[in-house]
Each structure stands twice: as structure tokens, then as C-alpha cells.
């Protein structure tokens, strides 16, 4: 597989024609390599169009690629935010997000998921976001306040 040729494939046919218009969350898409975030069995799917799982439980998913390029287009982060997400999954929003903004608190309730989010970012050298195990339905006072809020992952509740 030609991954340069799937990845021009992902933006150009899946990411713009949702709207994704902003050319420098297309170009991050090129920077910040998705691939790098798919658990290994799952690495030839990184470009596709589907949620790819991130565990045994159906909830544990990656999400599609054009609703992450949509979401880092619509917050619009700048280099001086601080942002909270709620959800790491596999820290590849978290990713995205820091190599927009200053500093980026990912929490995750999930334990697997937030060794697996570190252990990736850590891996790609990622070194302004920061996973915390909790359940950040309930916010993260610890760094707040936050300019920019990303919920990525499911909550069943908000209290």
C-alpha cells in the first residue's frame, strides 16, 4: 500500500468534501500521522472512511477522519490556548489539537485508553498534551480555565 497515495486519498475525497475547507487543518492532516494512532491490526484501515476499534468493547472506536478534521476546523485552537479534551481514545485528536494550541489535558475513564493515548503520543514525540485517567463528564478543575473544550469521546451522562 502506497500510504502517501491513501492519505492524499483521505483528505482530498473523504476530509474536503465535508467541508473541511481550512487549508491548514488539511495540511496538519499530512503532519500528524493518523496511522501512528491505529492499533497495528487495523494499520491498512487507517485511511478509510469508518471508526476503527480500539478494543473489545464497541464503544472504543477511533472516530471517522472527517469528524476529526471537522472538529479541530470548527474550535479553531491558536497557538496560546489551553485545551481540554474529554475522551483520548487513542490521543490522535489530542495530537491534532496540540499541534495547534499551547497545552492540550486529554482525560480518559477508560485505563487501557489513556496508557494506550500516552504510550502513542509519547511515541510520536508529542510533548504539549497530557493524559489523565478520570471522568471528564464531571470537567478537570485542576488546569482550568480552558479556552477551547473537545469532547471525543462518549459521555452517558452529564451531571
Known sequence: MDIERARYNM?????????????????????????????????????????????????????FPKIEARILQEVAPKSSDKVLEVGAGSGYMAALLGARAREVTSIEINPRLKDLAASNLDRTGVDNVTVELGDGARGWAAKAPYDVIVLSGSVPLLA
Open 11 to 63: 483528505i482530498e475525497q473523504q476530509i474536503r468534501t465535508w467541508e473541511v475547507l481550512d487549508q491548514s487543518v488539511l495540511d496538519l492532516l499530512y503532519v500528524v500521522r493518523r496511522e501512528e494512532f491505529v492499533p497495528s491490526a487495523y494499520r491498512a484501515l487507517a485511511f478509510s472512511d469508518l471508526e476503527i476499534p480500539l478494543g473489545t468493547d464497541p464503544g472504543e472506536r477511533m472516530m
